[in-house]
């Protein structure tokens, strides 16, 4: 079965940097688009970035354009998340996900398999 585990995340201050990891588990790694989202209390799980199976397209939220990129190392069957320029807003759970297909999708009802979660605070 696919296992997700995100790893990277901690206290950062704004204007920093930070590097999130998603290493899965299961075969056929590259076959599946992956994503990442972030939560906060009482809000709804939001997109952030995601990747398609093959890594050659990627697509991102309004929010986080230009500072954060998403990439993958199918080799290692690692997702990443690079995150610059930190602002106190990112600071949420981020969780990566994979589809059943290998396309991009910004919905969170489009994603089959979650990670447990990383918490990722950005201090004024």
């Known amino acids: 079965q696919v296992q997700l585990v995100e790893s990277g995340g901690g206290l950062v201050q704004a204007g920093g940097s930070l590097r999130l990891s998603c290493a899965a588990s299961g075969r056929t790694f590259s076959n599946y688009a992956m994503g990442w989202f972030r939560q906060t209390p009482g809000k709804e799980r939001e997109f952030v970035a995601a990747?398609?199976?093959?890594?050659?397209?990627?697509f991102y939220a309004d929010s986080v354009k230009g500072r954060f990129t998403i990439s993958r190392d199918n080799a290692k069957n690692t997702m990443y998340l690079q995150m610059n320029s930190l602002r106190t807003e990112d600071t949420a759970v981020y969780y990566c996900?994979?589809?059943?297909?290998?396309?991009?999708?910004?919905?969170?009802?489009?994603?089959?398999?979650w990670g447990q979660g990383t918490q990722v605070t950005v201090s004024s």
């Open positions: 996900a994979r589809r059943l297909f290998g396309t991009v999708a910004v919905g969170s009802l489009e994603y089959k398999y």
């Open positions: 990747i398609s199976g093959s890594g050659d397209r990627t």
